[in-house]
């Protein structure tokens, strides 16, 4: 790290001590007098082309507006990259703040690349926040239910519109992969058709509802080695 890098890391932790302390201390305007002369540093960085990506973290950690936070995150994580910087507390702390906007498939997946370099770096404390932050995908309160799952695999399948009016897309439960929910897809119509065709027909083999709500198609060859996962309802 060159003087000026550490000149600036010097003064990055002076800043995020002094937010810290004036947090636990309650005094809540000091804590929003003290960010802006820490966003007020960060843009001075910007205009110099200094901007150092624990800079960015550390606003990131500290701004109230959970979109702001992301985005910073995200610079943050661009230069980490490009100076070959591990980014692993960037993606969990992130995660966290994505699951407050509800986007929790993101979240999951920014969770699971930062826990999976935690855990190669041995930061035992970002890995038990991954997990605690990843456990909260299967508790009650975010996993989707059975019911739900059908319910938001009804008005998927019921949006697809095939090129002819007499077939109808319709789907399978066929169990659970991990926290998601496998369905198959299947084309209903007044022939009989053979489930391979079906497949074929329908140019994905099904899909998955994720605990997140969201969906996601699945080729043929995918939805084969989802099926062969997944454990029966």
Known sequence: MNRRRELQYK???????????????????????LLELFRASCALSDIEGTTDSHQLE???????????AVQLYKRAMALSRRRQEPTFTKRIWMAARLMELGANAEARTQLIEGRAEAERLRADGAVAYADELLAQFSSPTTAVGQVEAIRIATDHTGRIQLDDRDYRMEFELVGMVGNDWLFAYRIRCLKD?????????????????S???EVQDLSVPMFIQAERKARTI
């Open 193 to 209: 058709i053979l489930p391979k065709k079906q497949e074929r027909f329908a140019g994905a083999g099904g899909f998955l509802v």
């Open 11 to 33: 003064q990055l932790c002076e800043q995020a001590q002094m937010i810290e302390r004036a947090r636990e201390a309650g005094n809540l305007d000091h804590v929003a007098a």
């Open 211 to 213: 605990v997140a709500g």
């Open 58 to 68: 550390a606003l990131a950690d500290y701004t109230p507006d959970a979109a702001e």
